[in-house]
Structure formats: C-alpha cells, structure tokens
Nanobody
Framework: QVQLVESGGGLVQAGGSLRLSCAASGRTLSQYAMGWFRQAPGKEREFVGWINWSGGNRVYGDSDEGRFTISRDNAKNTVYLQMNSLKPEDTAVYYC?????????????????WGQGTQVTVSS
C-alpha cells in the first residue's frame, strides 16, 4: 500500500509556471512507475505524463506540447511535474498515480494508487 499526496497547485496567470509535487509514504516509490493526470470540470480524466521507476524514461500526453517535465527523486520519495507557459485550458485538478507494472500507461484505471489531487487554476 502506498499513500500519495499532491501539493503545489494554486492560482497562476497565463504564461506562468508551477511545480507540483507528489509525496509518497508507506512504500518505497522506486517500486512504482508514476503517472500524472488531470481532470477539468465536466471533462474526462486526461493523461499528462508517465515516468519510469528510475526517471530515465518518460512519456507525455498530447497536452504537454513541450511545456511539462516530469521528474522524480526516489531518495525523497517524491515525483514532480514542472509546468511552464501555462494556459487557461490547463486549469484542472492534477492527480499523481502509482503503477506497480513498470511499463507506461495512459489509462488511469491501470494505475494502482491515487492521490487526492491538487487544484491548478490559470487565469487569462
């Protein structure tokens, strides 16, 4: 069992940056591949990106457009999502998720553990 807690969300102006963190407890994070998803009001949960257990491989969703970077620090049991050049359409609740299977997945139901989410609001 692993518990995930996201932080770092907030209100930012368009063009700004935020770095989200996902802190894990209960198990060593290096045992899991990690994903980030987001969900805007009235929309389906959307894949943002995935990082493998070591941080050496990443996959990004269509929303990235080269603006997002996922990283991890297994010594700190934390995964990060750096978001630059934010747009109002990036407004959503952002979730991190852990996956026991090491391969990438863009499907939220294929992840085993979820955080509670952190709100990101981008004003125009």
């Amino acid at each position: 069992q692993v518990q995930l807690v996201e932080s770092g969300g907030g209100l930012v102006q368009a063009g700004g940056s935020l770095r989200l963190s996902c802190a894990a407890s209960g198990r060593t994070l290096s045992q899991y591949a990690m994903g980030w998803f987001r969900q805007a009001p009235g929309k389906e949960r959307e894949f943002v990106g995935w990082i493998n257990w070591s941080g050496g491989n990443r996959v990004y969703g269509d929303s990235d457009e080269g603006r997002f970077t996922i990283s991890r620090d297994n010594a700190k049991n934390t995964v990060y999502l750096q978001m630059n050049s934010l747009k109002p359409e990036d407004t959503a609740v952002y979730y991190c998720a852990a996956r026991r299977v090491f391969g990438p997945s863009e499907v939220w139901s294929e992840y085993d553990y979820w955080g509670q989410g952190t709100q990101v609001t981008v004003s125009s």
